[in-house]
């Protein structure tokens, strides 16, 4: 289910359910992701000069997954990861609140100082926020 969230700031809709899988094949360490439930190409997107959200998510998502290659003689892990849509960073709130936005950053001189991280596209704007459950760790007799 949803995160309710705060007064004054909701949380996100939920985009996704995803189940992560670790194994150790021919001595390598493997990782998969499953998509479970909801939908990863929602079109859920940010608008970076205003911080507002767009795309469909969900308020609740469920979904079971059994393993179709699941193999008793080895050693595995696995837990589920819940994500949200994406929403703007905490710092790009910070940037937008002084004044910064993406035509600031087009002339670096009318950047203020202490700001210029506001401006680095190295950066990322967003973030998407997520949730997983304690592992599951199978161990063959």
Do not use: H
């Not at 699941?70 to 595995?76: G, K, L, R, W």
């Amino acid at each position: 289910m949803r995160d309710p969230g705060v007064a004054g700031s909701n949380a996100g809709p939920l985009q996704r359910i995803q189940i992560i899988k670790g194994w150790v094949e021919g001595g390598q360490e493997q990782e998969a992701v499953i998509e479970v439930a909801g939908n990863p190409a929602n079109g859920a997107s940010v608008n970076l000069n205003t911080c507002a959200t767009t795309g469909t998510g969900f308020s609740s998502l469920c979904g079971v997954w059994q393993d179709p290659d699941f193999d008793a003689d080895e050693n595995a892990f696995y837990y589920a990861r819940v994500v949200e849509n994406p929403s703007c960073r905490w710092a790009t709130r910070q940037c937008l609140a002084a004044g910064i936005d993406q035509a600031t950053c087009a002339d670096p001189s009318s950047v203020p100082a202490g700001f210029a991280d506001c401006c680095n596209t190295d950066f990322p704007k967003t973030v998407q926020e997520r949730a997983w459950t304690s592992p599951i760790w199978f161990q063959p007799q």
